[in-house]
Structure formats: structure tokens, C-alpha cells
């Protein structure tokens, strides 16, 4: 296997490298690698890990995958991704995302712990990793290639916007991490709340609920502003939704959703506003929630990111707004002591966004 994985390495350089003379290869290396990719994946993604040099096999053919859907021409894509295959591949490619979570071995199995026991600490670690060394990272590669194609508004954005429309689902998935209502959720509503797919050998109803629906919330944050098609808006999402995610639990991916949509809000200045209100509370009781200070003052730059962005591209601060901003300051301040004691730059920060 080391050898396939020199050798699949090398084509994915010469592709890159000499795009020009490697045209009339293209379509036979990614007929090549896609079935690769699916014989390597196994039957479920639980059987997708195991083994680094599998894993660097199977990251090397989605990044090939990634790199041709992003040079090459709209007529070669157009007749490789079919409806079909992209109605298999697209859900495929989600439940990698957190594919180390699913995998049955110990490595794995410490993960979910890990997760189980210290969330915050485990989203930092989880934060590091690149395409160039794991599987979710590479399958995020292949994702947002796809999604920039010309094509995607027809077969992959009316199915990713039409998962994030089921707010009973979302729902459910939000009680079951908070831990709130929990008990009342029956296996039932669990198996149906779950976004993708279910099955027995990927853990328990509850994590796989948990992390499929993470999956969906990463896929539309690479999609952005692409989604706001048909039904689907993203205010309309976040007052259902994101907003009360944020109230509800001390989430640091609802905080990572919140960041990524603001770039798209732009030339939405009634988005920005209706955003601002109730996120501006939520992300303090988020930052007082976390252990560690990197998420802390990243919650605290965000808030200071808000309103810039709001004062640009909306107008004036109101009153209700301005309390809500101001008020949790003082105590930031004087808190700020010890290995805390950066929160003061973030309080300062916030000061002069508002003045």
C-alpha cells in the first residue's frame, strides 16, 4: 500500500504541475481514483480509518478529485458527475467530515471520549488539522469544490438547503447536546432527526445525531451565501435556529457558524441587525461558559467583529443594542487577572468598535 500511495501522490503532483499536457488523462484518472475512493471507503464511512497508510490513500483521491473539479471544464465535470453520483457522493463526503468520530478502534474510541469529556478542548485540537493529514479536512476540500462549481445551485444546494429547513430536527439534536428534554426524545424521533444516515455500526442514535448535524452546520458554512435559494434564508435559520443554539448551550460551532455567515451579510443590512441582537448576549454567556482562553477572547473579538461589521454595513448601534453590549464589561475587566488578564485587550477592543 505504501507504494499505491508514492504512486497516487505522484499523479496528483503531475496533475497540478502540468495541467495543460495532462488534459486528455484527466478523465481516465478520475474515473480511476472516484472508484478507488469508493472501494477504500468501504460499505460505511465506520470502515473508512484504521490503517495511516488507507488513510493517506484515500486523502490523496479526494484531493485529485478536488483539484480537476476546480481546474477543469464545465463539459468534463458535467458528464463525470451525473444527478446520480452526486446524490451519492455529496452525503458521502458530510459523514466524513467528522469521520475520526465514527472509526471502531481504540484511536477513535479515545476521540469520542475525549470529545465526551472536555468538548472545548477537543474542538481547539480538532481546529488544527489540514486536508494534508486528514480525511474530514481533504473531504471539505472536495465539498467546497463541488459547491463553487457551476452546477451545484441545481443538484447539491436544494438538498444541503432543504436538510437545514427541518427545524424540528435541528431541534431535537439542540435538547439532546444541552442535555435538556433529553429523556423525552424517543429512539424513534432520534433515528429521524438524524440528517444523513443512520447506522448501528457508527456509534450511538446520540452521537451520530450530534455529529451528522455538525457535518450539515460545516457544509453550510462552505457554502455560504450560495444557500439563500427558494425557501432557504439564513435569517430565517438563525431566529429558528443558530440563535437559540447560541442561548441554549455554551456551543463553540454555533460561535464558528455565527463567524462564518458574517462575510455574507454584507449587503444585508437587515440581516446584520436582526443577527446582532440576541447574538451579542448569547456570545458573552458563551465566553463566561468557556475553560480555556483562546475560546474566550475569540468570542470577545467576535463580538467586537459584530458590531464593526454592523456600523459599516448597517448603520448606528440602538440603545437596547448599545445596553446589551456594554453592560457585561465591567466584570470582564475585573476579572481580567492572572492568565486572563489579555480579556482587557478584548474589552478595550470592544470600547473602540463602539465609540
Given at each position: 500500500m505504501e507504494l499505491l500511495c508514492i504512486q497516487s501522490n505522484f499523479i496528483v503532483e503531475l496533475h497540478a504541475t502540468h495541467q495543460a499536457s495532462f488534459k486528455k488523462y484527466v478523465e481516465s484518472f478520475l474515473s480511476l481514483f472516484y472508484e478507488s475512493y469508493i472501494i477504500s471507503i468501504g460499505e460505511n464511512n465506520c470502515e473508512v480509518s484504521g490503517c495511516a497508510a488507507k488513510d493517506r490513500l484515500i486523502i490523496t483521491f479526494l484531493q485529485f478529485i478536488a483539484n480537476v473539479t476546480s481546474s477543469s471544464d464545465d463539459a468534463l465535470m458535467a458528464s463525470f458527475f451525473t444527478p446520480s453520483l452526486i446524490q451519492s457522493l455529496v452525503p458521502q463526503l458530510l459523514l466524513l467530515f467528522p469521520s475520526h468520530m465514527y472509526i471502531n478502534n481504540d484511536e477513535s474510541e479515545q476521540d469520542r471520549e475525549y470529545w465526551q469529556d472536555n468538548p472545548e478542548a477537543f474542538f481547539l485540537w480538532d481546529a488544527q488539522k489540514s486536508?494534508?493529514?486528514?480525511?474530514?479536512?481533504?473531504?471539505?476540500?472536495?465539498?467546497?469544490?463541488?459547491?463553487?462549481?457551476?452546477?451545484?445551485?441545481?443538484?447539491?444546494?436544494?438538498?444541503?438547503?432543504g436538510l437545514l429547513t427541518n427545524v424540528k430536527?435541528?431541534?431535537?439534536?439542540?435538547s439532546v447536546e444541552a442535555r435538556s428534554d433529553a429523556t423525552s426524545v424517543t429512539p424513534e424521533s432520534l433515528i429521524a432527526s438524524i440528517p444523513l444516515s443512520y447506522n448501528k455500526s457508527c456509534?450511538?442514535?446520540?452521537?451520530?445525531?450530534?455529529l451528522q448535524w455538525?457535518?450539515?452546520?460545516?457544509?453550510?458554512?462552505?457554502?455560504?451565501d450560495i444557500l439563500e435559494t427558494g425557501s432557504f434564508t439564513f435569517k430565517s435559520w438563525f431566529e429558528s435556529i443558530l440563535g437559540p443554539g447560541l442561548e441554549l448551550f455554551a456551543n463553540v460551532e454555533s460561535k464558528t457558524s455565527l463567524e462564518t455567515l458574517l462575510p455574507y451579510c454584507e449587503d444585508r443590512p437587515d440581516l446584520l441587525q436582526s443577527l446582532l441582537e440576541p447574538s451579542i448576549p448569547a456570545l458573552y454567556a458563551l465566553a463566561s461558559h468557556c475553560n480555556y482562553l483562546e475560546n474566550r477572547t475569540a468570542c470577545l473579538?467576535?463580538?467586537?467583529t459584530f458590531i464593526s461589521f454592523v456600523k459599516v454595513f448597517a448603520g448606528e448601534l440602538?440603545?437596547?443594542v448599545l445596553n446589551a453590549i456594554a453592560s457585561p464589561l465591567p466584570s470582564i475587566w475585573d476579572d481580567a487577572i492572572d492568565q486572563n488578564l489579555l480579556l482587557k485587550r478584548n474589552v478595550l477592543g470592544i470600547v473602540s468598535c463602539v465609540a
Open positions: 486536508s494534508e493529514d486528514d480525511i474530514g479536512c481533504s473531504a471539505q476540500n472536495l465539498f467546497m469544490a463541488l459547491i463553487e462549481s457551476s452546477w451545484s445551485k441545481d443538484h447539491i444546494i436544494p438538498w444541503l438547503a430536527a435541528q431541534q431535537v439534536c439542540i456509534g450511538n442514535m446520540e452521537q451520530q445525531l450530534i455538525e457535518a450539515v452546520y460545516i457544509g453550510a458554512g462552505l457554502a455560504g473579538e467576535l463580538v467586537s440602538s440603545p437596547v
